[in-house]
Each structure stands twice: as C-alpha cells, then as structure tokens.
C-alpha cells in the first residue's frame, strides 16, 4: 500500500509509524483532534495533516488507513472508511506487519519500556547497527544532529519539539515499544522479547495478575528457538512463566547480570532500564563492545516525560515531569527525586482512569511517602465513564490517611500553589495525562 491516512496521527505511537511509513516511500496523510508538536514535527517532514476529524479527510486514492486504538468505530473517518471498504488496521496490527521479516526486538513489561526501548535504540545506532525504532515518547538523543545545539539540553523547555519517537534505520533490526494492553503485544512476533518487569495494570481489560501473566506467557511462547528472552527470571511475577511448563527452546537472559551503568538518569529502576537495554543489545548486535554500551548509556539524554527536567518556576523551584501513573512507578520516582534534593517535593499527580485508580487505591495511597505535600487533579477519564465509586477527593482523603497532606484540585488552583512554590523546593508533575502542561506553564511564566 503507498497511500495510508492515519486517523489519530498525533498519537505517540501513530506518529512513528507515520514516519516509518513516509521513509518507505508512501505518501502519507493523517488527522487529530488537535494540534501538537507531534503533529508539526509530521507537517515539517512532509506530511499533511488535518486538525479535526470528518468524513472527507479520508483522500478519495486511499488504500490503508491506521487508525489508533483511542479512535472508535463510529468515529467519522473510520466510518466513512468502513462505507468505502478501504482496509484498515489499528495501529498494533499495523506493527505487526511491518515487523514482519525483521529482526525484531519488542520490550514490553509494566515499567521502563520507554526508557529502555529509547536505551536500547541508541546503543544500537552509536555501534553503527542502523537499527529501526518506534518508542512510546520523544527521545531527546534522536534529534541530537540538529544544528541549534537544543536537542538533550537538560533545561529545555519542551522536549516534545525537540528529538523524535521514530528513528530510522538501513538493516533489518527493528526495535519497538511493545503494550500489553488488550493484548497489543500479541500482534508482534520478536525475535528478542524484553520484559523489563511485570506487575498488575490495566485493570479495564485485565481482571487480575494472572490476567495478565496469561498475555505474557502467550508472548513468551511466541518467541522462536533461536530467539532470546531478556528479563529478570527472579521477578516474583514473570518466574512462573518461564518455569511452569515453558517448551519454549529461546535463552533466557538475565539483564540483572549486567553491571552498573553510569547514566543521567536517577534511580534504580534506571539502572534496571540500563542493565535490559544493554543484555538485549548483546544479543541483537553480537559485535557491541562493552566500552560502545557504556559510552552510549552514559549520554542517554532521556524521553520526555519521564523524570524529565523543565526549569524554573518563577521563584526558582526546580520544574520536573514525570509519566508516572501506576502506583509503583510514582513511589521509585518520587524515592529517586527525594534523594536528588534537600528541601520540600510538591507533588502534583494526575490519575489516570477511574479503574486503575479505583482497582490500586490502597497502592497509590502509600505512593506519596516521599511527598510533602499532594495535589491531586481530577481523574482522567480517557476511554471510561465516571461510574462515582472513585474520585481524586478519595484517593486524596486516603493519601492524608498515611500522614501526608493531600488536597484535590483543578489544574488552574494547582497551577496557582506552585507558583508560591520557591527556589529551595521542588516541584513535579506526574500522570499518564495532560498535568505536563502545568509544568510547560510555570516554567514559561
């Protein structure tokens, strides 16, 4: 197919394959709802791309369109698709496809698949692998050949302008971020399977752990006899899947094995991410040297997103924001910031879906430990409906329950706190949704 339109091109992930698709000489449109950086960082490669979406975007030559899992079937696009009977494909099956005949490399698992998919991706171009990768954020070091010198500086004010989520590559390696959610990570067929760690999430589509652990083991099976699976074989939650009746003849690697990188990035859990890229590397280009990793990971510059630093707010308070959005995640992130600074973290977390905040209340109750004090913003609905067994008043109630103060608030009053916030203190954003414009915010004015 050379003419593909991608409905929901702004899509982290719908705007790499985008670009995949572009460098494989199809002519590419796409819509959103809005527009972003994402969608100009497509329009100055050479895409069109429309802001809202309508039954006449769909170009009238169209053979393909992707459309994102966060775009219904009733959407007016897809439906006019569906009337012209123009195949299509969510975004998943698309990479699935495209994966087809690669070398691929899927990381998967509950944390860190960005961090080490954009790891991975890096230590593979600077030993000249010329890998393909389509990562679930902006890694800063994918635009490090720009001319103005802004792309990994540590103090820039928006990542998300200034390196890319797609990398291209000339051989037959391909490196993707892989989700479970709704069993996505089943429409790949990687030669090498990471999972970084496993833990419940997505509890919309998964009832339980085991739920979960079912879509992984159907993950691990898919992996080939001459194929290797990167992961820690001593996770409470992943050991049974490799030991319970496994016939599956792949290596089992174990990337806590690795030794310890120096890198950027603070925390244990990044020298995790360190340690999953750097196994997974060995495997797929057999030629890295150990100096290669260790000078690749010492100049990873980060994803936006995660753990990434913003400025300063008008006082002088340190400006960061973070992903985070299960509650494992906020707890080492906010450990890794405590240990990082000397006076006052003021935490503004963003829930992401009524399930997941309903279904790990007590987890993210005993999350903020290392906060002083919370804000807790309305919770992102996304795909759900407000069904009022949850609300950001009741996980902030049960965060003041442990000790630590807690208030919800609108995104404008929590804005307004932070501005009070001075120059001793720190302040971080966390959520899988929109909270990060509160940092853009504060650090603009």
């Known amino acids: 197919m050379k003419k593909i339109h991608f409905v929901g091109i702004g899509g982290i992930g719908m705007s790499a394959l985008a670009q995949l698709m572009l460098d494989h000489s199809a002519i590419v449109t796409g819509s959103d709802r809005e527009a972003s950086s994402v969608t100009k960082l497509l329009e100055k490669k050479g895409i069109k791309v429309v802001v809202g979406q309508k039954a006449e975007n769909v170009p009238v030559d169209a053979e393909m369109v ?41 990381v998967a698992g509950t944390h860190g698949k960005t961090t080490t998919t954009g790891m991975l991706a890096k230590i593979l171009k600077d030993a000249g692998a010329s890998p393909t990768a389509v990562v679930g954020s902006i890694v800063k070091d994918f635009g490090l050949n720009r001319s103005d010198g802004a792309v990994g500086r540590t103090d820039a004010p928006s990542a998300s302008v200034l390196g890319s989520n797609y990398l291209h590559g000339d051989s037959d390696i391909f490196v993707v971020e892989a989700c479970e959610y709704k069993d996505h990570l089943l429409e790949l067929s990687p030669q090498i399977l990471v999972i970084t760690n496993l833990e ?21 099976e898919r992996v080939p006899a001459d194929g290797a699976i990167i992961t820690d074989p001593n996770n409470k939650n992943i050991a049974p899947l490799l030991r319970q009746g ?3 003849q792949a290596r089992i690697i174990d990337y806590t094995k690795e030794p310890t990188y120096t890198t950027r990035l603070p925390g244990e859990f990044n020298q995790n991410n360190a340690r999953a890229a750097a196994a997974a590397a060995r495997v797929a280009f057999p030629s890295v040297t150990d100096e290669s990793i260790r000078a690749s990971l010492a100049a990873f510059h980060g994803t936006w997103r995660r753990f990434e630093y913003k400025g300063k707010n008008a006082r002088g308070a340190d400006v960061y924001d973070d992903y985070a959005h299960h ?20 935490v503004a977390f ?19 430990a290392d906060a002083d004090q919370v804000f807790i913003a309305p919770i992102y609905a996304a795909r759900e409906v407000d069904d009022g067994s949850i609300s950001s008043e009741m996980l902030a109630e049960r965060i003041r329950a442990t000790g630590v103060e807690a208030q919800a608030l609108d995104f404008d009053a929590i804005e307004e706190a932070f501005k009070k916030v001075g120059k001793d203190d720190t302040i971080i954003t966390m959520g899988a949704g929109d909270i990060y414009k509160v940092a853009d915010k504060l650090v603009k004015h």
Do not use: C
Not at 202 to 217: C, E, G, M, Y
Not at 350 to 368: C, G, I, K, N, Q
């Open 350 to 368: 963003h829930p992401h879906l009524y399930s997941r905040t309903r279904d790990l209340l007590d987890e993210f109750a005993v999350a903020f």
């Open 66 to 106: 992707v459309y994102s899992d966060a775009v219904p079937a009733d959407n007016p696009e897809r439906a006019e698709v569906a009337r012209r009977e123009i195949p299509q494909k969510s975004y998943f099956a698309m990479l699935g496809e495209v994966s087809k005949g690669k070398k691929t490399v899927a």
């Open 246 to 248: 496994y016939a599956g």
């Open 327 to 346: 509650p494992t995640a906020v707890k080492v992130t906010l450990r890794a910031l405590r240990t990082k600074i000397k006076g006052k973290v003021y």
């Open 200 to 220: 419940w999430d997505h509890t919309d589509f998964f009832p339980s752990l085991s739920a979960l652990q079912k879509t992984f083991r159907k993950a691990i």
